[in-house]
């Protein structure tokens, strides 16, 4: 009897320690260490991180797990944590309160995970941490106080990671830092300060000139895990170590020009020029009379346009260090060019402005046949465009100005090939779009705008046919295609469909699907074609876009004119 009682004794006592081990997650390791009781979950798929963790463990170590954030409250049964290993996870975002009951904290490492940024007054929770590692990051900025709440910190590793510019006074305003530059600190046993910010994209500009002098002047207590701080940017300066690199002071930009007044007849070119000295570099932008119209109907910088299209065009390049000229090119001036234009350069100090004024004179001659760029008229200036389709048509929109100082008033001539007479549309003083409704399908129109009652003339017409009634208003709307003649702007349409502007005496809707579906092989018109019942339409040049960048302007027109004869 007394036998069976003392094993009943024994299994007692065995379940009694069994319940007093601390839990361990599945898939990690727990262990007794100098310091205390450790947990490592190394390879380990935790979604996040876990939240009914033993408050006696000492060092929490999970790497190389699908951890995407630190949340709030992650450690709030943990308060005598004191090392946390966090590397080579995916972590990008720490929330404020992720280090909130973790007054004993002394170690945080972060190594190679994807923070951009780190929410540095959560360090306020955290008042004994020493060890901070964030190497291997994409961190690309450093706040003048990002420092202030590491008050014990011996150990900062900013390496590896994505900054350009820091301002000294990041470390000027570290408390760990003062402490060391103190006249007693020598009186004192301090440990040793040690900062790692190599492998850094370091842009050796103006701005980063306090912090260049700041690593030329560190010396102990204060230790670089490497001194050889190497410049990245910009390409002056690229590849030169701190040590050897001299910067100037900011300043924000200033600007000069060869002239500030620019006079000119109509018809020629010009290039008004804008030089800006700044440091840092500094970026140019112009503003310009009619800037929002040019850029309908061209992209500055140069961008690849349709041939025959007038556009303003801004090419900007660096002549030296902190220096930067920018040209604004005006291809075949009109009077309506005139005016005041702005060149504004910036950086992070400031901006500056120049005003250039350009004056441009009526010309003695008629302009040349083939400048097909400006449309005026006597003394108007007139740019007409399809700026939009609708439901039941199309907007018109122009930009009409006339070299008198009376307002004047301007003719819409509209006509179609189904028409017999035109339709002719007064337009007032302040008015520059009309909506043309009830278009028919399969049908070819002529929009012209003209300075009061003269007659329109080539240059001041857009041109644009409808596709087959499909059954309906949306099949309409869908097949509608547009061309502007000289300019050939294309709008918004469905991929494959074709715009294009009539040029022999061929039937509108016929011509187009003959024309456009062969314009890769020396395209012409039907052989029976009827003819157009409004010769005006004669007039334009062919243009056929398939929308692979093919465009053929005139290239059949001898073959269309042998045609014709025949």
């Known amino acids: 009897m007394a036998s069976v009682f003392h094993h009943f004794l024994l299994v007692l006592v065995f379940l009694d320690t069994r319940a007093a081990q601390p839990f361990c997650l599945p898939g990690c390791t727990c262990s007794e260490e100098s310091f205390g009781r450790t947990l490592q979950c190394i390879s380990v798929s935790l979604g996040k991180i876990p939240g009914n963790l033993s408050e006696e463990f000492k060092q929490v170590r999970i790497e190389n797990s699908p951890l995407f954030e630190m949340p709030q409250g992650s450690f709030i049964n943990m308060s005598t944590l004191e090392y946390l290993w966090l590397n080579f996870n995916n972590i990008s975002m720490i ?36 060890v901070l590692d964030l190497k291997r990051n994409k961190i690309d900025a450093l706040p003048e106080l990002a420092l202030q709440f590491l008050v014990s910190l011996t150990y900062l590793d900013l390496s590896s990671n994505r900054l350009t510019v820091v301002s000294r006074s990041v470390f000027l305003n570290w408390p760990a830092y003062l402490k060391r530059r103190q006249p007693d600190c020598g009186a004192r046993i301090l440990s040793s300060l040690v900062v790692a910010l190599h492998d850094n994209p370091w842009v050796c500009d103006c701005r980063l000139k306090g912090l260049v002098q700041f690593v030329k002047s560190i010396t102990l207590p204060v230790i670089l895990v490497n001194s050889y701080l190497i410049c990245r940017g910009p390409l002056s300066k690229a590849g030169q170590l701190f040590h050897e690199t001299e910067l100037s002071a900011c300043m924000k930009p200033q600007i000069s020009t060869p002239s500030a007044n620019v006079t000119i007849r109509v018809g020629q070119n ?45 090419l900007t390049s660096s002549t030296g260090e ?67 389709q609708t439901g039941h048509g199309i907007l018109l929109e122009w930009l009409a100005v006339a070299d008198t100082s009376e307002e004047e008033w301007f003719t819409l001539h509209i006509a179609s090939d189904e028409a017999f007479r035109k339709e002719v549309v007064h337009i007032g003083p ?3 779009t009309y909506a043309v409704d009830d278009l028919l399908p399969g049908t070819k129109y002529e929009a012209c705008l003209s ?116």
């Open 95 to 130: 929330h404020l309160g992720a280090l909130e009951h973790l007054p004993e904290l002394r170690e945080l490492r972060l190594e190679g995970n994807r923070l951009r940024s780190v929410p540095w007054t959560a360090f306020r929770a955290t008042p004994l941490l020493r």
């Open 270 to 314: 010009v290039t008004l020029r804008c030089l800006a000295q700044a440091s840092p570099s500094p970026s140019i932008a112009w503003t310009y009379p009619l800037s929002m119209w040019r850029e309908f109907d061209g992209l500055l910088g140069g961008k690849h346009l349709t041939p025959g299209t007038r556009f303003i065009r801004v």
């Open 322 to 388: 902190d220096t930067a000229l920018s040209e604004l090119a005006i291809p075949a001036a009109h009077l309506v060019d005139s005016g005041n234009y702005t060149c504004m350069a910036s950086n992070s100090i400031g901006k500056s402005t120049l005003v250039i004024s350009l004056h441009v004179q009526p010309a003695q001659a008629l302009r040349a046949p083939d400048s097909l760029s400006i449309r005026s008229e006597g003394n108007a200036y007139i740019d007409l465009r399809v700026v939009k």
């Open 430 to 432: 302040g008015i520059n």
């Open 451 to 566: 300075l009061k009652n003269q007659p329109p003339h080539q240059g001041q017409c857009v041109v644009f046919v409808t596709g087959r009634d499909g059954g309906g208003l949306e099949a309409r709307e869908r097949l509608l295609h547009v061309t502007v003649v000289l300019c050939v702007v294309l709008l918004a349409v469905p991929v494959g469909a074709y715009a294009w502007a009539a040029q022999g005496p061929c039937s509108c809707s016929k011509w187009v699907l003959c024309y456009c579906l062969h314009c890769r092989k020396a395209p012409s018109c039907p052989p029976a074609a009827p003819q157009c019942r409004d010769g005006s339409f004669r007039e334009h040049p062919a243009v056929c876009d398939d929308g692979e960048g093919h465009i053929d302007t005139e290239g059949d027109k001898e073959k269309e004119g042998t045609e014709e004869n025949s």
